[in-house]
């Protein structure tokens, strides 16, 4: 790591440690017990050119790797009070410039030095009839595992489906209506109110069957979003989900573009010694292209789309050895136009609080399919220690 590159992190790590220490301190003050825990993590790549000859090594293979530290802090100063804070120190090595590296991002981290990030810092208020929060906050809606339609706030990170999303600063007002309904508004204000993103989340148990209406506004792209899920589970569990996408078409303000998406999928656990865990996902997108010869791929790589083309499916196999080791297998493929990827992982986990995970990323299919786009074949080492 160059010497600019840390002396700069430092400098921008030491208002966050004050920030903690006023924090804990206040805290101290109202009498309020402080909670301060966290993860690290490595990341380590190597990336190798199936173009290339073994004999140019220095081209062959590239290694990268990042360093995450997130420290989070929740106090109660009170019972109707909650405060909420995470932040995420990453540090980027060789060919490694963001932690999700397919994607380009709207930004790009310098190599070789300390990035800081908020992530979350917001108030849980609670109300007898109403939960309130404020601040940069996880917001997720619908219930799919991989693509979720109604899920405009998160991106997808196709290598990581289940990773901890980003904050988003938003108002989310939640109201329990008995024991297994309720309604959730969000609001995610943006400089411009007319840009500003709303959800409105309506959500009841009707015969074994978790159902949800959800609306989204987005004013960015002044899109209306009409959404449905379902989810149950009868022998197996299972879920739908779906949204009705009407936006303005780009070259004509005054024609609507109407599109659908769907995703459904289940999931089971066979009997087997200690459970082979199998799941499934397909989704169906409208608005992607049929030929992959029309595909776009700079919307998909700065995070603008997560898709090209309509037809996509997702299946896991995950079988736990022990209470230690664990195999997993995970195919990812877009349908429509042959191309796929290939996912062993192997976790062991070796106490409670420290795993170590490696595997590969395998592409394949024809040349400028959704999934051979990253060509290279992908060898990974990731331990992770929670505190």
Do not use: C
């Not at 430092?10 to 402080?34: C, D, N, Q, T």
């Amino acid at each position: 790591m160059s010497t600019t590159g840390t002396t700069n992190g430092m400098k921008r790590l030491i208002p966050w440690i004050f920030f903690f220490l006023s924090i804990s301190w206040l805290s101290g003050y109202l009498h309020a017990e402080v909670d301060l825990f966290g993860s690290f993590e490595n990341r380590g790549y190597v990336i190798e050119n199936p173009d290339e000859s073994w004999r140019n090594l220095g081209e062959k293979l590239r290694l990268g790797d990042y360093n995450r530290l997130r420290l989070k802090l929740e106090t109660s100063p009170s019972d109707k009070v909650t405060v909420n804070m995470a932040v995420d120190f990453y540090s980027y090595h060789g060919m490694m410039t963001t932690m999700l590296w397919p994607y380009i991002g709207p930004t790009i981290p310098t190599a070789n030095t300390v990035h800081i990030d908020l992530d979350r810092a917001y108030i849980d208020l609670h109300f007898k009839k109403f939960d309130m929060s404020i601040g940069k906050q996880r917001v997720a809606l619908g219930v799919a595992y991989l693509w979720a339609p109604l899920d405009i706030f998160n991106r997808v990170n196709i290598f990581e489906p289940k990773e901890e999303k980003p904050g988003v600063n938003a108002f989310r007002l939640y109201i329990p209506l008995g024991a297994s309904s309720s309604l959730t508004g969000v609001l995610s204000p943006d400089i411009k109110l007319g840009s500003s993103t709303s959800a409105f989340r309506a959500k009841t148990r009707l015969f074994g069957i978790d159902a949800a209406l959800t609306f989204i506004r987005s004013g960015v792209d002044e899109t209306s979003v009409y959404g449905l899920d379902l989810r149950g589970e009868n022998l197996v569990g299972w879920w739908i989900e779906a949204g009705y996408f009407v936006s303005p078409d780009k070259d004509n303000q005054d024609v609507q573009v109407k599109q659908e998406k769907l995703v459904a999928g289940f999931d089971y656990t066979f009997p087997l010694k200690n459970g082979l865990y199998w799941l499934n996902e397909f989704f169906y997108d409208a608005s992607g292209e049929k030929n992959r010869e029309n595909y776009d791929f700079i919307p998909l790589l700065t995070g603008k789309r997560f898709t090209l083309g309509q037809y996509l499916f997702f299946s896991m196999l995950r079988y736990p050895f022990n209470d230690f080791t664990s195999l997993s297998f995970t195919y990812i493929a877009d349908w429509g136009d042959g191309s796929f990827m290939l996912n062993p992982i192997f976790q062991y986990d070796i106490t409670q609080n420290l795993s170590l995970s490696s595997g590969f990323y395998l592409p394949f299919g024809p040349e400028k399919g959704e999934f051979k786009r990253f060509k290279e074949n992908t060898f990974f080492v990731w331990i992770k220690v929670n505190f």
